[in-house]
């Protein structure tokens, strides 16, 4: 059974630091990982997805990699800023191979001044 | 806009009454699903469809049903809702099963007292 783990749960730093968030999966056979973005009360925004054929992805400040074989994917945001505040969350389809994707808890992160 | 749109964003109801929430996809999606979010307990899918009248059940369906008369449209229907389905509420689409992107609603906050 698929089981995703984020890490660190919570993060909080000044702006303009690099960071790294986390993203683990025990089924290294997914076909994809997607991170979203969750503010508080709101819905979530798709940030990346990658394929499982990728290393990385790329969007703006945001970059994130993925190593099947060892079963992770970081999420790199390069200097942060106050608006990057927000719970990330990363997911993969279930390994079932239906329509279902599995979620880690998430990391909270806040940015200040 | 490529969206998902639930209605409402908020809802406050009492025990028994019937409810409906409505998702709707401009993006000619097949597959949508329901999932909703619990502290400590994450997303975690209701139900979810492949395709026109074609509906299965998720992780956690029991108290839920779902209908799919149209492609763009997904409504969730509590037929007596419960305490214990207060919870935050997301619709998700995506163009294929596994290996395309999932674009998720604004989220439905819904309270049964």
């Known amino acids: 059974k698929q089981e995703v783990t984020q890490i660190p749960a919570a993060l909080s730093v000044p702006e303009g630091e690099n960071l790294v968030l986390n993203c683990s999966f025990t089924?290294?056979?997914?076909?994809?990982l997607q991170w979203f973005r969750q503010d508080p009360g709101k819905g979530l925004t798709s940030l990346l997805l990658i394929q499982s054929s990728q290393r990385e992805q790329t969007s703006g400040r945001l970059n994130a990699s993925l190593d099947k074989s060892s079963g992770r994917s970081t999420l790199y945001i390069a200097a942060s800023q106050p608006g990057d505040s927000a719970t990330y969350l990363c997911a993969v389809p279930s390994t079932g191979g239906y329509n279902k994707l599995i979620f880690g808890a998430g990391t909270r992160l806040a940015v200040h001044p | 806009e490529a969206q998902v749109t639930q209605n409402p964003r908020y809802l406050i109801t009492v025990t028994g009454k019937k409810l409906t929430v409505t998702c709707s996809q401009n993006?000619?999606?097949?597959?949508m699903s329901w999932y909703r979010q619990d502290p400590g307990l994450g997303l975690r899918q209701i139900y979810y469809?492949?395709?026109?009248?074609?509906?299965d059940k998720g992780d956690v369906p029991e108290g839920y049903k779902v209908s799919r008369k149209e492609k763009r449209n997904f409504p969730l229907i509590l037929e007596s809702p419960s305490p214990n389905q207060t919870s935050l509420y997301f619709c998700?689409?995506?163009?294929?099963?596994?290996?395309?992107?999932?674009?998720f609603g604004q989220g439905t906050r819904l309270t049964v007292v």
């Open positions: 998700a689409s995506s163009l294929g099963s596994v290996n395309t992107e999932a674009f």
């Open positions: 469809s492949m395709n026109v009248e074609v509906t």
């Open positions: 089924d290294s056979a997914i076909y994809n």
């Open positions: 993006m000619n999606h097949e597959y």
